[in-house]
């Protein structure tokens, strides 16, 4: 297991040291109530009741100012047993032997004025009191933002690369779901149930500051001398409304995370490319109303320079994949741009590529130039230079997250008895190269070694200060050291 430091806190993305997280307390303590920086709340008539649960401020607070709720909701979902703060406090214990190994505690025991001790093992932010992942800070962990316009197909390319980290064909790897029951059960009614169950396309994402989404990936893979090695690292995954990409007021309050983010995966959709939309209409008039109504790439690109480089003399470090959604549909357009070299051109845009244990650079690299050159034909060349002036770190990447063309349907709304359009997908999804830019991400992170020339290495990047050795990352996790 990795020595731990400093972690971001996937909520509120206050930076601390992991053996500075508080706890909470599974029951009720009188002593810790009365000690707590809150007031006891009622919530029934008993006496008794009045000290089983109470407001956590710091809770509350992020609730209003970070959710922007209403003062009875954010108080409501504030309402938690007490917070104990483990610096500093005599009333607090914990096992050395499991403090040395990871460098905080992961459950400490409190006692309270008459004596009683009480076992916690649920781990707060500091600052906003918010669960924290288990084992939150004995990995190495990856932020992920999914950014995009609205409807190109952020939420569904999310599940189904999810959906393909648990079931991964190119090296054997186990994606756990490390968050709370809550967003868990979020993640599966609003996610996985209408698309992997129902086939039914998923709701554009509200305009909401969503929660993060945390899991642990643990996978294989293929070091210097091609044996297999393994690792374990903790992914937290952010999907942000299209339109609360376009202003810095949106931004602000919604997609904060972003600048705190490892790696950003932004998706742009062809069907909304000048020179292909009419090319759809005319060859399927399905696809009409999934075509956005307008571009608003410029404008999102405008607002994240705004945001979080406007000041700054250097372009972000933030690996960006910049990732051409859809792409199964362009196999319905008659575009010359494939009538040049289409055993290239066809398969690195329609083909899946196999990863084993290491990410396949040449295969990176092609898909990199081709949806390069296709932008520049399409004369989307600015899409990549609002990029480039933004970050430093551009690779191109070309998916489908269904593999198939969606059917549309008029369908009434039961809840407003409206006529809306549904899209479906018949029969089971067939996707293909959704986890290239994922790894791409570890790659340039150093957790996963790249097949280049036929020898396996790990990215070396040109500034030394980036380099981190890569065993510290992974053989740490197993030795302790």
Not at 85 to 106: I, R, T
Not at 179 to 202: A, C, M, W
Not at 295 to 300: A, E, G, L, T
Not at 432 to 456: P, Q, S, T
């Amino acid at each position: 297991m990795k020595k731990s430091e400093n972690v971001i806190c996937p909520f509120c993305c206050h930076r601390f040291h992991p053996n500075e997280a508080d706890f909470r307390l599974p029951t009720p303590s009188p002593t810790a109530s009365a000690s707590a920086n809150t007031a006891p709340v009622a919530t029934g008539k008993k006496k008794k009741q009045k000290e089983e649960i109470q407001v956590d401020e710091k809770l509350f607070d992020y609730n209003i100012d970070i959710l922007h709720l209403d003062e009875r909701e954010a108080r409501s979902l504030a309402m938690h047993p007490p917070a104990i703060e483990v610096k500093d406090n005599d009333a607090v214990s914990f096992e050395q032997e499991e403090f040395d190994k990871f460098g905080f505690a992961q459950r400490i025991t409190y006692k309270n004025s008459v004596g009683k001790k009480i076992v916690a093992d649920k781990r707060l932010c500091p600052n906003c009191h918010n669960d924290l992942p288990t084992g939150y800070g004995a990995r190495d962990t990856l932020l992920v933002s999914i950014l995009g316009d609205a409807r190109v197909g952020k939420s569904v390319y999310f599940t189904v690369l999810i959906s393909e980290l648990e079931n991964n064909l190119d090296f054997p790897s186990k994606l756990t779901f490390i968050g709370s029951k809550q967003v868990r059960d979020t993640f599966y009614e609003n996610y996985q149930k209408p698309l992997l169950r129902d086939h039914e396309l998923i709701n554009s994402t509200k305009r909401r500051k969503l929660p993060p989404y945390s899991f642990n990936y643990w996978y294989k893979f293929k070091n210097e001398d091609g044996t297999v090695e393994e690792n374990s690292i903790d992914i937290i995954f952010y999907d942000i409304a299209g339109e609360d990409l376009r202003d810095e007021a949106s931004i602000r309050k919604n997609g904060f995370n972003i600048k705190d983010s490892s790696g950003l995966i932004f998706l742009t959709d062809p069907t909304n490319f000048t020179r292909l939309s009419d090319l759809f209409r005319f060859s399927d008039s399905a696809l009409i109303e999934a075509i956005p109504e307008e571009n608003s790439n410029q404008q999102i690109f405008n607002t994240l320079y705004n945001y979080f480089l406007g000041f700054d003399v250097n372009k972000s470090s933030i690996p960006l994949a910049m990732v051409l959604s859809k792409c199964d549909l362009l196999k319905f357009v008659n575009i010359d741009f494939f009538n040049d070299k289409p055993e290239n051109r066809i398969q690195h845009l329609f083909k899946d590529e196999l990863h084993s244990g290491a990410i396949n650079m040449r295969s990176i690299k092609g898909l990199n130039q081709e949806v390069r050159e296709l932008l520049s034909y399409l004369g989307e060349d600015s899409l990549l230079n609002n990029a480039q002036s933004c970050f430093k770190h551009v690779n191109c990447f070309a998916v489908s997250s269904l593999g198939k063309k969606p059917r549309i349907e008029q369908i009434s709304d039961p809840k407003t008895n409206e006529t809306i359009e549904k899209g479906y997908v018949d029969g089971d999804i067939e996707p293909f190269r959704v986890k290239e830019a994922f790894y791409w991400i570890l790659m340039r992170h150093r957790l996963m070694y790249k097949f280049e020339n036929n020898r396996y290495s790990l990215y070396s990047p040109k500034n030394p200060a980036e380099k981190k050795s890569f065993w510290q990352k992974a053989t740490s996790f197993f030795t302790g050291k």
